[in-house]
């Protein structure tokens, strides 16, 4: 392609990420490439002349071609704010401009450096490649930075996955920026890349520093001071221990589906977050009594924040509230693990799923340092889970409705009960077969008591 629009006297460049991955000797998805010297009808022309050619947003020029994925083709833009919002932008593609003027409209220097694949050559006007060297963030423009308050999370998640500094400037512009044009969508695409970048803990502590925390996540600010009781939490207050937490859950996921990897994530940031609320000092002791359940609360409002419930067909929100009401169980379990029953653990695995409570659990447990502790319990607690078979999903009962009405019931609200009743039986044990199953509901159908009166 470059090539070609060498031929046709312009050049194509590549930009932005995919230039600072290959500096910085990642891979990268996705392709962008800028073309310089060639209006849009011509390089909409050469492009047809290659395939098929899809447009993305006309006013932005910016050209899919073919049928690979990844790769956007467009004019270098001009853009103009017009209006609030990521929306107010006046934005037209200008083949004229500079490699400098296009680059100028990037968020930071690292983004801001062009390849040319034909010789091999970088574009570096706003000095990048000295910021990827030294790990750096910095603004690109400081005029222009504001125009976009997404940035500002673009900066926390950048710094999260490239274990980059933002540095002392371009933080003050940051905490200028007011962030309150930003819907939940967008909010949601730039956490769930710092959650899932190989140290969170970095944007977390970045995103205190520079404001964000306190303006927009008003759950994660709570726990700040939060204290904890030195002797079982080492590290310092419920800040600190969460992001300590959150290092550890992305230790512990790279397994899984990303639905589940971002659940875990979200459980590990919101586990604590009654802490707050219960924190009081007791008997000569820091605690936090019952905090598992009163910190349901407040992540389900930080969920609502983010807009988020399912991800591919998974209900993440369940998942997470799940995880926070129930991190504390593999450990307090394993204290008294000679009393807990077979039935605890199936019905516990109707409120959450055990393998990632296991996970979680351990990434608390561990998320204690400098202090030393014994994380065995999670193991044991995964074990057991996996001996019954509900490390993901509760049993399927054994009896259904169809078995009951082949007893002579008619359809109503009483087979419902007799069900629950017979499914109760199953979590315990009492009932393993079907056989078992059909006995147990004839017993209940000729007992005198409704089953109704029998506590599911």
Aim: hydrophobic letters at 40%; aromatic letters at 6%.
């Amino acid at each position: 392609m470059a090539a070609a629009v060498r031929e046709a006297g312009g050049r194509a460049l590549v930009v932005g990420g995919w230039t600072r991955d290959r500096l910085l000797g990642r891979a990268s998805k996705d392709l962008d490439i800028e073309v310089f010297g060639l209006p849009a009808d011509r390089l909409r022309a050469l492009l047809e002349s290659m395939g098929r050619v899809e447009t993305v947003g006309e006013s932005f020029q910016v050209y899919k071609v073919g049928d690979v994925p990844g790769i956007d083709v467009s004019l270098p833009r001009r853009e103009s704010k017009a209006g609030p919002g990521h929306r107010g932008f006046d934005v037209a593609g200008d083949p004229s401009m500079t490699v400098e003027e296009a680059a100028r409209r990037r968020d930071f220097t690292v983004n801001a450096i062009s390849w040319d694949p034909l010789t091999d050559e970088y574009l570096d006007p706003f000095k990048g490649r000295e910021d990827l060297a030294g790990r750096r963030l910095r603004v690109v423009d400081p005029a222009r930075f504001p125009d976009d308050s997404l940035r500002v999370l673009r900066a926390i998640q950048f710094a999260a996955r490239f274990d980059f500094a933002l540095d002392e400037e371009s933080r003050a512009i940051c905490r200028a920026i007011a962030l309150d044009d930003l819907p939940a969508e967008r909010l949601w695409g730039e956490v769930e890349k710092l959650l899932l970048a190989p140290r969170p803990s970095i944007g977390f502590a970045l995103a205190l520093e520079i404001g964000v925390v306190d303006r927009l996540f008003p759950e994660l600010r709570a726990l700040v001071g939060c204290a904890q009781e030195p002797e079982w939490h080492p590290e310092g207050d419920v800040w600190v221990h969460t992001l300590q937490v959150v290092d550890q859950a992305r230790s512990r996921i790279d397994d899984l589906p990303r639905p589940q990897q971002l659940a875990i994530m979200l459980g590990a940031a919101c586990h604590d977050f009654g802490k707050p609320a219960t924190t009081a000092f007791i008997d000569g002791r820091i605690r936090s009594i019952g905090h598992e359940e009163q910190g349901v609360a407040p992540a389900a409002a930080f969920l609502d924040r983010l807009n988020l419930h399912s991800l591919d067909g998974y209900d993440v929100r369940r998942q997470v509230l799940g995880l926070t009401a129930q991190h504390l169980k593999p450990g307090m379990w394993f204290k008294v693990k000679d009393e807990v029953g077979d039935g605890a653990f199936r019905r516990l695995a109707h409120k959450v799923d055990l393998e990632q409570l296991a996970r979680l659990a351990k990434s608390d447990c561990l998320g204690r340092a400098p202090g030393v502790f014994n994380c065995d319990a999670m193991d044991w607690f995964l074990d057991r889970a996996r001996q019954l078979g509900v490390e993901h999903r509760p049993p399927e009962p054994i009896l259904l409705g169809r078995h009951v009405l082949e007893l002579g019931l008619t359809p109503g609200p009483r087979v419902g009960e007799i069900l629950r009743a017979v499914y109760e039986q199953q979590m315990d044990g009492a009932v393993t077969t079907i056989e078992e199953g059909i006995a147990a509901a004839k017993r209940l159908i000729d007992s005198s008591a409704r089953p109704s009166a029998i506590d599911p």
